[in-house]
């Protein structure tokens, strides 16, 4: 969920918390990765990481699925640091990711 709406599944994106915690108070981390295999694209990790060159954010997620964004493969966020991996349903191994 972005921080301004309430929706599905990630209210509260502790993920997100727990990478920005430790950007900015352990000086032993200086960047931070979060990958997110799931059926849906966490829209909310996006906006709270985006601004964030630190951070990268990767989503793997079916599509077409809510919350109906990331449906375009590729980067987002003004750092490019967000990269949505949109999946068709029913896709396997055999079928390939690209």
């Given at each position: 969920?972005p921080r301004q709406?309430?929706?599905?599944?990630?209210i509260?994106?502790f993920?997100a918390?727990?990478?920005?915690?430790l950007?900015?108070?352990?000086p032993?981390v200086n960047?931070v990765?979060?990958?997110?295999?799931?059926?849906?694209?966490?829209?909310?990790?996006?906006?709270?990481?985006?601004?964030?060159?630190?951070a990268r954010?990767?989503?793997l997620?079916?599509?077409?699925?809510?919350?109906?964004?990331g449906?375009?493969?590729?980067?987002?966020?003004p750092?490019?640091?967000?990269?949505?991996?949109?999946?068709q349903?029913?896709?396997t191994?055999d079928?390939?990711y690209?």
């Open positions: 969920a709406q309430p929706m599905g599944f990630c509260f994106n993920g918390a727990a990478a920005l915690w950007l900015e108070h352990d032993r960047k990765a979060i990958l997110d295999w799931d059926v849906h694209l966490g829209n909310g990790l996006v906006d709270i990481l985006q601004d964030e060159p630190r954010y990767v989503s997620h079916q599509v077409p699925c809510y919350p109906y964004q449906e375009q493969l590729g980067e987002v966020g750092h490019k640091n967000c990269r949505n991996i949109p999946v349903a029913g896709t191994w079928g390939g690209r």
